[in-house]
């Protein structure tokens, strides 16, 4: 295995041991990154910077530090705040403009020792699912670069993927970590909302978002989320042997892609094969409570979220010369009525968050009345969409949306704002197939230890063909 196919868990191991430096695993990924260039990943990328904190990393575990993420590279979606980087949130009346200060989980990174290797393109303003951004241009999926990586973490996927960096931090309101890492075949964690700091993170929507890891293991995942939360709590694989895990309906294993279908369902009669037990787990009245609480608190909240961020991050943008400036028409026509006529009522806004409450209790009665430990579906319906297919995609012979067709599977937990996970399934016509699995809320801890055990009986994909 070449250096950077490692993961993050390994390198630690790796720098422990004296078998590798950060500064030789950083010319790696510099190299890699010239290489991998037209993949768009990385939109913000300071090679010289990297080799010096590479080289601080080493002198500091030479005198003996011992920290989670000492010398490992982390990269970050550009809505990230982090000094010494621009952050754009991928529109052009951000872009070059550097912030004042670290996100808060920029700053836990850094304390645990992480390198910030650079800023991963993104769906403009994070609003869609196929980072095809007009302003800093399309990332391309290292499986197949004529197809999407997803959205609207993209970016994030693509450096991961393709060898760049061990792991990254996305941010994730309706399934933005969990559809790239599906895409590209990785391991993507959306936690409970709440446990992760959103400060100083451009925003959706304060009560939808959150950020979250996509690494190449679920072991990376764990000692992420521990470094993110601050969570002691130990994280040992699952017994697998009587475990009840729910097949969620309706909607969520209809109308896939054959392919789909057929990894997942395998992916299934594994975990059964392994003493898991499946039963069938209704959620009556879902669709409707989620499509009431979706995009109304979304829309509203991000006029005031993303107001008062751009506000802290005194950078001269206000949210009119913001909006004004946006170049993706998808992303336009959300956003630019909001400021005017189409602005969200408060009394819809209302209406909605009763609606959210509504949805967050037929997913908490659902886990108790059925005593399942997680949900299991396919994260998304299909794999990557060729890149420009903005507005529709082809599914089962039909012409349907692309955004909500992708986040289908994802959107639903993501308003209840319950942790869910997604681990790489297999394969279905040379593109990766992601599971999904969600938990109760508040249960990441426990969800991560159950994905540990779901990975060990999964099979083990090859790495991306830009990767080889």
């Not at 973490?153 to 060898?163: D, K, L, Y």
Request: glycine content about 12%.
């Amino acid at each position: 295995m070449h250096i950077t196919e490692l993961g993050v868990a390994g390198l630690r191991r790796a720098f422990q041991s004296g078998s590798l430096t950060s500064a030789e695993l950083a010319e790696a990924l510099i190299a890699r990154t010239g290489a991998q260039a037209a993949l768009n990943g990385y939109v913000a990328f300071d090679a010289d910077a990297l080799r010096a904190q590479a080289r601080a990393a080493d002198a500091r575990i030479a005198a003996g530090e011992d920290l989670p993420l000492l010398g490992v590279p982390i990269a970050l979606k550009d809505n990230i705040d982090a000094t010494g980087l621009p952050c754009s949130a991928g529109t052009r009346a951000l872009l070059g403009l550097h912030p004042p200060r670290d996100a808060e989980l920029v700053q836990r990174l850094r304390d645990a020792g992480a390198l910030i290797a650079g800023k991963a393109n993104m769906h403009e303003l994070a609003m869609g699912i196929t980072t095809h951004n007009e302003v800093t241009g399309a990332s391309r999926n290292p499986w197949n670069p004529e197809r999407i990586p997803g959205g609207s973490s993209g970016g994030c996927g693509v450096v991961v993927a393709a060898g760049l960096v061990p792991a990254a931090i996305g941010t994730d309101t309706g399934g933005s970590v969990r559809v790239p890492a599906a895409l590209c075949g990785l391991v993507g964690l959306r936690p409970t909302v709440g446990r992760v700091s959103g400060r100083g993170i451009a925003p959706i929507s304060l009560t939808r978002d959150t950020a979250g890891p996509i690494a190449r293991s679920v072991e990376d995942c764990v000692l992420l989320d521990s470094v993110l939360t601050g969570s002691t709590q130990p994280v040992v694989a699952a017994s697998l042997q009587g475990v009840r895990l729910g097949l969620p309906g309706p909607g969520f294993w209809d109308d896939l892609e054959p392919g789909v279908r057929d990894v997942a369902q395998d992916a299934v009669e594994r975990l059964r094969a392994a003493g898991a037990q499946f039963v069938e787990v209704p959620l009556p009245g879902l669709a409707g409570f989620n499509e009431a609480a979706g995009f109304p608190i979304a829309l509203y909240e991000f006029v005031r979220d993303m107001g008062d961020y751009l506000r802290s991050a005194e950078r001269g943008v206000d949210l009119a010369s913001l909006v004004e400036a946006v170049g993706s028409p998808d992303v336009a026509a959300i956003v630019r009525p909001l400021v005017g006529s189409g602005a969200v009522p408060a009394a819809v806004y209302s209406q909605a968050l009763q609606a959210r409450r509504e949805l967050q209790a037929v997913y908490a009665q659902a886990f108790a009345a059925h005593g399942v430990r997680a949900l299991v579906f396919p994260t998304t319906p299909l794999t990557a969409a060729p890149i420009g297919h903005d507005e529709t995609v082809r599914l089962n012979g039909r012409d349907c949306p692309t955004f909500p067709t992708f986040i289908r599977n994802t959107d639903p937990g993501s308003n209840a704002g319950i942790p869910g996970v997604t681990l790489p399934a297999g394969v279905a016509g040379g593109l990766p197939v992601g599971l999904g699995l969600d938990g109760p809320a508040h249960s990441d801890r426990g969800l991560l230890s159950l994905a540990l055990a779901v990975e060990a009986v999964l099979p083990r994909l090859a790495s991306a063909p830009w990767m080889r």
